[in-house]
Nanobody, 118 residues
Framework: QVQLVESGGGTVQPGGSLRLSCAAS????????MGWYRQPPRKGRELVAV???????NYAASVKGRFTISRDNAKNTVYLQMNSLKPEDTAVYYC????????????WGKGTLVTVSS
């Protein structure tokens, strides 16, 4: 069983930056994919950024060039660096890891709130 704990959320002005962290209780290096999702107010959960165990990354078009996903294997932590934040980035951000897509071997964090407002 893997536990994921997000941190780093908060309130920032448009154009500001935040770095989210996702600390895992287990070794996430073996996970097939790991990433970040978000759920804006009154909207569904959407993919923000994903990274495979091999290091390949993919980003939602709305955040490409502004957000960067990374990991620290020694710390069992996944990060999301968010720059040039916009009001539409306001959402609860969730960490997600999947050890084997299609087989139910995945875990979610409880989320951390990011609010971008002037």
């Amino acid at each position: 069983q893997v536990q994921l704990v997000e941190s780093g959320g908060g309130t920032v002005q448009p154009g500001g930056s935040l770095r989210l962290s996702c600390a895992a209780s287990g070794n996430i290096f073996s996970a097939n994919v790991m990433g970040w999702y978000r759920q804006p107010p009154r909207k569904g959960r959407e993919l923000v950024a994903v990274m495979t165990s091999g290091g390949s990354t993919n980003y939602a078009a709305s955040v490409k060039g502004r957000f960067t996903i990374s990991r620290d294997n020694a710390k069992n932590t996944v990060y999301l660096q968010m720059n040039s934040l916009k009001p539409e980035d306001t959402a609860v951000y969730y960490c997600h890891v999947d050890f084997r897509p299609g087989y139910g071997m995945y875990y979610w964090g409880k989320g951390t709130l990011v609010t971008v407002s002037s």
